[in-house]
């Protein structure tokens, strides 16, 4: 007898390359009100405590399955608060809806927010800026 667990949620961790500060946000599974919950008040306190540094974001979404109705509306509550807090937003991704995401909140974002496909390419171009 197999029991199946479905995990959901996200990881945040605060990195840092070269002089460059980033928060690195992975969410996986399909999220949910109460993720949000936990999340945005660590986020909060990580964006003060950056003080006048410059700071990145990088959110891997590679293994995203989705929102609930009341998560979605969290998750755009999120981007237009915080649209203004980062220099630069790498989103690593595989579904063209994702894509299409980033180019329209590029033109609401003060920061440039671009897509990769690639990990690695998202975080050397991080790290160039």
């Not at 007898?1 to 996200?10: A, K, L, N, R, V």
């Not at 003060?110 to 496909?117: A, D, I, N, T």
Request: hydrophobic share 45%; glycine share 6%; net charge negative.
């Amino acid at each position: 007898m197999s029991i199946e667990i479905s995990t959901h949620g996200m990881g945040m961790d605060i990195k840092r390359v070269e002089d460059r500060f980033f928060i690195e946000i992975d969410f996986y599974g399909k999220l949910r009100h109460e993720d949000y919950e936990v999340m945005i008040p660590v986020i909060e306190r990580a964006i003060e405590a950056k003080g006048e540094r410059e700071f990145d974001l990088l959110v891997d979404m590679r293994d995203f399955k989705g929102w609930t109705f009341e998560a979605a509306i969290d998750d755009m509550r999120f981007g237009l608060s915080f649209k203004d807090s980062f220099d630069a937003m790498a989103v690593v991704g595989d579904r063209e809806w994702e894509e299409l995401s980033v180019k329209m909140m590029n033109h609401l974002c003060r920061g440039e927010l671009r897509f990769f496909e690639d990990y690695d390419e998202a975080l050397r171009w991080i790290a160039k800026r």
